[in-house]
């Protein structure tokens, strides 16, 4: 007897997860590409994890999961190396120069890049600026 597809499976015992992929693939635009409106973050915004999130290094990628919203978050590699940098030491500026110099990339692009990927981690409660520390007393 024929199956549906578009049917889920009996035999399928795990519950649906929710996912949402951050996109970034570290490569020059072309000339004249127009620029969609992107998330933004201060370019001295020095970016943390969360303590909280818990990550699985896929090899091609990371998973990320958070544990406060119940959701899972697939990342491309372009955006698991600016995830595992993400340790609040340097400003997004300063890793998005450094990913440049490792991979021998324009500057000017990737700090654009660098950025957007930071800020989306900023707004899915991925990451948080380590400048927003209290000094101890």
């Known amino acids: 007897?024929?199956?549906?597809?578009r049917t889920p499976s009996d035999d399928v015992t795990q519950a649906p997860r929710k996912?949402?992929?951050i996109e970034l693939d570290i490569v020059a635009q072309p000339a004249g590409a127009s620029e969609p409106d992107v998330l933004t973050v201060p370019v001295d915004?020095?970016?943390r994890k969360r303590p909280d999130v818990l990550e699985l290094d896929m090899g091609d990628g990371a998973i990320l999961y958070d544990g406060d919203g119940m959701l899972v978050h697939h990342l491309n590699p372009s955006a698991t190396v600016i995830w595992q940098l993400?340790?609040?030491?340097?400003s997004a500026q300063e890793l998005a120069l450094d990913i440049a110099e490792e991979y021998g990339l324009?500057?000017?692009t990737i700090v654009g890049q660098v950025i957007t990927?930071?800020?989306?981690l900023d707004a899915l409660g991925l990451?948080?600026?380590a400048r927003d520390e209290?000094?101890?007393a």
């Open 45 to 47: 915004y020095q970016a």
């Open 134 to 136: 209290s000094p101890p």
């Open 106 to 108: 324009d500057p000017a």
């Open 86 to 90: 993400c340790d609040g030491s340097g």
């Open 19 to 21: 996912e949402m992929p």
């Open 1 to 5: 007897q024929p199956v549906d597809p």
């Open 127 to 129: 990451v948080e600026d």
């Open 117 to 120: 990927v930071i800020a989306e």
